[in-house]
Structures are given as structure tokens and as C-alpha cells.
């Protein structure tokens, strides 16, 4: 199996600009995560989908970020607009179903706002 | 929510030592305890998980023990090796009904050959 794949590696923007990062799921996993990681705040849970469906988005920090999973094998994380604090490393996650417990992480989006 | 707590942020050890990270969790309800690897420039991967219902497990090298009257669990490292470095973290994960994995802050292992 190929594992969760994330794109892009690496993006750099300015700030204002829309950005657009995207997930696809381990084929067969039932639930999908999107976390962001920063030195200061660590890894945050960000929003995570169950068959689809966005079940708790509390994480999301404002307004400019939105997600959505609109078939089984993808998932966005969007960005508009962009600020130089969303610079971070933001991680998609998928697991078989909630209740398995483990969360398979892909290699994770760097993203740099200037 | 769940909060987790994570000591110590930086550890360094010699080869052949072992390593000792902490957590503590505040949800007493929480049933779940994984721990996961990072590894530069790569996401953070499972190495050995506890349920609330054992009280230690282990896997060659690695072992987990939990205590949950005390609210806290433990990653224990036998025989490190150079290839341990890593950043490792902690979570747990709540009982209510949205199922979040809390992570800790992270410890930082450097094994010294």
C-alpha cells in the first residue's frame, strides 16, 4: 500500500494568497485527520472526517480554514487568506474507524507564508 | 477536553542506556495510550499503543506501562540504539463521543554512539 499522500511537499506563498493542500487516504480507512504542527503549539487536531463527514472542526483556528472530503479517496485543507502565522507543517491522517485507535500519517505539507 | 502533559523535551542517552519518557493525561475517562516516532522531515508513526484495560506491554525493546489511578504512562527503551533519535510523542484519547488523539508536547531522544 502506498500509504497516506500528501501534496504539496513543500509551499511557499505570499501572504493573502489562497493555498490548497491535499490528502489522499489509505484506500479502505474509514476516517481522515488533518493536524498542523508548530515548534510552539505542538501537533494540533485540526478537523477529522468519518465516512466523509466532518465530525468535530473545533480545531480549526478561524474562519480562513475550511476542509472538505468529498469522496472517499480525497481530502483539501484550505487556506483563504493565508497569514505568515499558518506557516506550519500540516499533516493529513487516516485510520481504519474511529474506534481502531491508530492513525497512519502521511509525510505532511510544509507551508511557508511570507 | 483532554490535555496531555510531556517529560522530559530533550533526552540524551548513551548508546546501550536505557530512555525513560513521561506523560500524564487528565481525562480519567480516557481508554487509549499510543505512542508514535518522528523521524526528520517525515510524519509521525505508531510504535506501541495501551489499552486502559493492561497495565504494561511491551515489543522487543520497547515496553509501555500505564497507571491509571495516577493518570500517567510510560514509554521505557531498552538497549538504545543511534537509530532511536527521534522525536517521540504521547497521546491519548478521550472518551466522549468525538473520539480526538491528543498528542503531548514531544520528546526530543538523541542517542549518543
Known amino acids: 500500500d502506498a500509504g497516506v499522500i500528501q501534496s504539496p511537499r513543500h509551499e511557499v506563498t505570499e501572504m493573502g494568497q489562497e493555498v490548497t493542500l491535499r490528502c489522499k487516504p489509505i484506500?479502505?480507512?474509514?476516517?481522515l485527520f488533518w493536524y498542523r504542527q508548530t515548534m510552539m503549539r505542538g501537533l494540533e487536531l485540526l478537523i477529522y472526517?468519518?465516512?466523509?463527514?466532518?465530525?468535530?472542526d473545533s480545531g480549526m483556528p478561524e474562519d480562513r480554514f475550511s476542509a472538505k472530503m468529498p469522496n472517499a479517496s480525497f481530502s483539501t485543507l484550505k487556506i483563504q487568506p493565508s497569514e505568515p502565522r499558518d506557516s506550519a507543517v500540516y499533516f493529513c491522517?487516516?485510520?481504519?474507524?474511529?474506534?481502531?485507535?491508530?492513525?497512519?500519517f502521511g509525510e505532511g505539507s510544509r507551508l511557508t507564508v511570507l | 477536553g483532554e490535555n496531555v502533559e510531556q517529560h522530559p523535551s530533550t533526552l540524551s542517552v548513551q548508546e546501550g542506556d536505557s530512555a525513560v519518557i513521561k506523560c500524564t493525561y487528565s481525562?480519567?475517562?480516557?481508554?487509549?495510550f499510543p505512542w508514535y516516532k518522528q523521524e526528520l522531515g517525515k510524519g509521525p508513526q505508531l510504535i506501541i499503543d495501551?489499552?486502559?484495560?493492561?497495565g504494561e506491554k511491551k515489543d522487543q525493546r520497547i515496553a509501555v506501562t500505564l497507571n491509571k489511578t495516577a493518570k500517567h504512562f510510560s514509554l521505557h527503551i531498552t538497549e538504545t540504539q543511534p537509530e532511536d533519535s527521534a522525536v517521540y510523542f504521547c497521546?491519548?484519547?478521550?472518551?466522549?463521543?468525538?473520539?480526538?488523539?491528543?498528542f503531548g508536547s514531544g520528546t526530543r531522544l538523541l542517542v549518543r554512539p
Open positions: 491522517a487516516s485510520s481504519p474507524g474511529l474506534a481502531t485507535g491508530e492513525l497512519f
Open positions: 484506500s479502505g480507512h474509514n476516517s
Open positions: 472526517f468519518n465516512n466523509n463527514v466532518p465530525i468535530d
Open positions: 481525562d480519567s475517562a480516557s481508554n487509549y
Open positions: 495501551i489499552r486502559s484495560n493492561v
Open positions: 497521546a491519548a484519547r478521550g472518551m466522549d463521543s468525538s473520539y480526538k488523539l491528543i
